[in-house]
C-alpha cells in the first residue's frame, strides 16, 4: 500500500524559513504530478504548489516568489521550500500525489496526514 510520509513542520517566526518534504513509501510506478495543499482552522483547503512529471510547476498566488516546490524522482520525493512566511502560512500542509502505482494505466490519488506549520507575528 502506497502511503505519503509527511515531515518538515514545526514553529517558527515571521520572516523565517521552513522546508517540508513527503516521501512515497513504495515507489509509483507513474507519477503525473505531486503537490501541497494546507487548510487553516476554519477554512477551506487550498493548493499551494504543485510540479508536474515535466518539472512545470504551479503556485498559488499567495505564496509565488516566497515558496519553491522541487521533486527527487529517484526518491519519489516532493518538497517545499518556505521562505519569508507570514503568519497567514500557518496551517496543516498535506502532501499528494496522482499516478499509478503499477503500471501505465490509471489514475490515482495519494494522500499524506498533514504536517502542522505555525508562524508567529
Known amino acids: 500500500q502506497v502511503q505519503l510520509v509527511e515531515s518538515g513542520g514545526g514553529l517558527v517566526q515571521s520572516g523565517g524559513s521552513l522546508r517540508l518534504a513527503c516521501a512515497a513509501s513504495r515507489s509509483i510506478f507513474r507519477i503525473d504530478f505531486m503537490d501541497w495543499y494546507r487548510q487553516a482552522p476554519g477554512k477551506q483547503r487550498e493548493l499551494v504548489a504543485r510540479v508536474f512529471s515535466d518539472e512545470r510547476t504551479n503556485y498559488a498566488d499567495s505564496v509565488k516568489g516566497r515558496f519553491t516546490i522541487s521533486r527527487d524522482n529517484a526518491k519519489n520525493t516532493v518538497y517545499l521550500q518556505m521562505n519569508s512566511l507570514e503568519p497567514e502560512d500557518t496551517a496543516v500542509y498535506y502532501c499528494?500525489?496522482?499516478?499509478?502505482?503499477?503500471?501505465?494505466?490509471?489514475?490515482?490519488?495519494?494522500w499524506g496526514q498533514g504536517t502542522q506549520v505555525t508562524v508567529s507575528s
Open positions: 499528494h500525489a496522482v499516478g499509478s502505482p503499477s503500471g501505465p494505466a490509471g489514475t490515482y490519488h495519494y
